[in-house]
């Protein structure tokens, strides 16, 4: 699924070629997508694209009335392309501008969607409303984290930093490459971290975030930048995808478990488990490290 650096990456690509178009036209060829499109969203002809940002993992359109917001899903993707190229059998929506150009969202497993929002309803809509602070504000910072340490919170941290709620945009794969990178097994309960390791997660969350954003986003499978080009961040992954690879700094192999329905990469010798989760987890992670 794109995550938070792919959905930047998307902004940034299609924001120079759309910025002060007017939309002429928009064309729904397939509804049946998660996020529907619906009437609202035809209405929009006529007005001007005056900024495009990105909201949570969304990509938003601002265009004076309202938002038009769209999800990638698990593999959509967003190209700014000539009116003239013929289209695809999953572009779902066309999105066509005054300059002969048209915004096109294709995915072919309909997970996501493209969908509009009033002003007013912007902030208190379902898809915002419950969310913590984005994972690149300045509201995510140490004193953030700090404050779960206090409530004693009895929760893997690699789940606590996976929920919206918590903070948006550590997706599955940054939770991992940051505990990695930390030395934080995935399944240590947030509880039994130090405000020391809670520091070095959000500064290393928002380096390796910018890191990934730089590169264009991580490519495994569906995911590529608006211009066609796939994300390179992919090669320079320490720890996500690595089960059963030899480390010959810490002469140990990468493991793989299932932790919340999620693949979790870690390596024991570097990522130890510790604390109250031992009771709970240390069964999986045995069985991980045999199964190496």
């Known amino acids: ?54 909201r949570a993992k969304y990509v938003c359109i601002d265009n004076g009335k309202g938002y038009i917001v769209i999800h990638l899903g698990m593999s959509g993707n967003l190209k700014v392309v000539s009116q003239d190229l013929e289209t695809l059998k999953h572009d779902h929506v066309l999105i066509k501008f005054d300059n002969n150009t048209e915004l096109r969202y294709n995915d072919h497993r309909r997970f996501g969607g493209v969908t509009f929002i009033a002003k007013d309803d912007f902030d208190n809509n379902k898809l915002f409303a419950h969310n913590g602070p984005d994972a690149l504000s300045e509201e995510f910072n140490r004193d953030y984290l700090v404050h779960f340490l206090k ?17 948006v945009g550590v997706g599955n794969i940054y939770a991992n490459e940051s505990l990695y990178e930390c030395g934080i097994n995935p399944c240590t309960y947030v509880a039994d971290l130090s405000e020391e390791q809670m520091f070095a997660l959000v500064d290393s969350i928002k380096r390796i975030l910018h890191k990934s954003i730089q590169a264009g986003g991580t490519t ?58 031992i009771d709970k987890y240390s069964e999986l992670v045995e069985q991980a490290q045999k199964a190496k």
Do not use: H, W
């Not at 924001?15 to 499109?37: A, E, H, M």
């Not at 409530?151 to 903070?167: A, C, E, G, H, S």
């Not at 992954?237 to 693949?263: H, M, P």
């Open 151 to 167: 409530k004693k919170t009895l929760r893997p941290i690699k789940l606590f930093l996976m929920d919206n709620k918590v903070v």
């Open 220 to 277: 495994l499978k569906d995911f590529e930048q608006p211009d066609g080009k796939p994300g390179y961040f992919a090669q320079s992954l320490q720890c996500y995808g690595k089960e059963g690879e030899y480390n010959q700094e810490y002469n140990d192999y990468f493991c793989k478990i299932e932790l919340g329905g999620r693949s979790s990469f870690f390596l024991p010798k570097k990522q130890p488990l510790i604390g109250r989760a």
């Open 1 to 54: 699924m794109p995550e938070l650096p792919e959905v930047e990456t998307t902004v940034r690509g299609i924001s120079p070629l759309v910025l002060g178009r007017k939309i002429v036209q928009i064309v729904i060829n397939n509804d049946k997508c998660r996020l529907v499109p619906g009437k609202e969203l035809l209405e929009q002809v006529g007005t001007s694209v005056l900024k495009v940002f990105r």
